[in-house]
């Protein structure tokens, strides 16, 4: 656990709160990262992430919307999703926004700011796309984006009134698709 890194007093009490944060875990349903430290998004290859199947939790809002789109068009363009209650999500998959899952929110960042940190993606218009996922998802205004009441207003149209996720997302990409179009100044 990350807290261990900065317990320099030696807490005796943390052989009992480790198996409470693993009981939480297991009645959570949440899995044990066995790869790199959650606390620090880390590189990994797209070549590894072709074709798979990507899982989160339903009923998406802006990161996890965001973070699938992200995924489809720049990660695995052959991606098909899962969207499911957490504690039923498949163990076949690769998690994404999901606690304690490596493709998740660490530190200051959402998903959508890990994913693009862990592929190593380095796109103007995509890092102005993930300071309005930020604003909107962490409700900081870390960055002032005032595009983000505008696109906080019409994600949470799509996902209140449409009960798919696979439908919201298919909206929500032709949206993102423009918004990406715009700030990146093509035409």
Request: aromatic fraction near 8%.
């Given at each position: ?10 807490e ?62 720049f ?14 999500l ?35 218009a ?30 949470r ?5 449409i ?18 179009q715009r ?5």
């Open positions: 656990v990350d807290i261990e890194r900065i317990d320099f007093f030696g005796p009490m943390k052989k009992q709160v480790r198996s409470m944060i693993a009981r939480t875990r297991k009645q959570l349903g949440v899995r044990t990262h066995e790869g790199p430290s959650l606390s620090h998004p880390f590189r990994v290859h797209r070549k590894e992430f072709q074709a798979k199947t990507w899982a989160t939790r339903e009923h998406i809002h802006i990161d996890r919307l965001c973070s699938a789109w992200l995924i489809r068009r990660i695995d363009p052959r991606a098909k999703f899962i969207f499911a209650p957490a504690d039923q498949p163990r076949r998959a690769i998690l994404f926004d999901v606690f304690g899952e490596a493709f998740s929110h660490h530190g200051e960042d959402c998903t959508f700011e890990t994913l693009l940190k862990s592929f190593g993606i380095r796109d103007k995509l890092s102005s796309i993930a300071q309005i996922v930020h604003d909107i998802d962490m409700k900081d205004n870390k960055f002032g984006r005032t595009e983000a009441p505008g696109v906080d207003a019409i994600v149209s799509l996902s209140d009134s009960n798919d996720d696979i439908k919201v997302l298919e909206i929500g990409s032709s949206l993102l698709d423009g918004l990406y700030l990146s100044g093509k035409k």
